[in-house]
């Protein structure tokens, strides 16, 4: 008799747990547009590849040597920084040492930038005066 309880009772736990699943799994799959993933509320990706066409690659860009409208390197982007709205504020810039030893880092912002393609342009920059700027430093978290 105890066994048929303990059946029974996992039977309609089972039963219940299966409804439930059905239930919400309804409900979501009602709700989603089969084009595009979902992660918990929000949708991922875009389809507008247009907006993607007309940026630039962070990959490309961080390593890029920085020149000044005289055509002299000035310094390297070193790294890319993202603001809380989602937009790049500032680019890290590498400058001064020799081949990577004794560089030092240097923000500046990106609309200090004018043009970004073919070459990465940083108006009247020199190499003494980006060695001049504060050093940039990692928050620690």
């Not at 595009?36 to 990706?45: M, Q």
Request: charge should be positive.
């Amino acid at each position: 008799m105890r066994s048929c309880f303990i059946l029974l009772r996992r039977s309609i736990a089972g039963a219940t747990a299966l409804a439930l699943w059905a239930t919400l799994a309804g409900t979501a799959i009602g709700q989603q547009d089969n084009n595009v993933p979902i992660a918990g509320r929000s949708t991922l990706g875009t389809t507008k590849m247009d907006v993607v066409a007309e940026g630039w690659r962070a990959s490309k860009l961080i390593g890029a040597s920085v020149y000044n409208d005289n055509n002299q390197k000035v310094g390297k982007i070193g790294d890319l920084i993202i603001a809380p709205d989602g937009s790049i504020s500032v680019a890290i810039l590498d400058v001064g040492g020799f081949l990577g030893v004794a560089s030092r880092h240097v923000a500046i912002p990106v609309e200090q930038f004018t043009q970004i393609s073919p070459r990465i342009v940083l108006p009247g920059a020199t190499k003494e005066a980006l060695k001049q700027l504060p050093e940039f430093k990692y928050v620690k978290s």
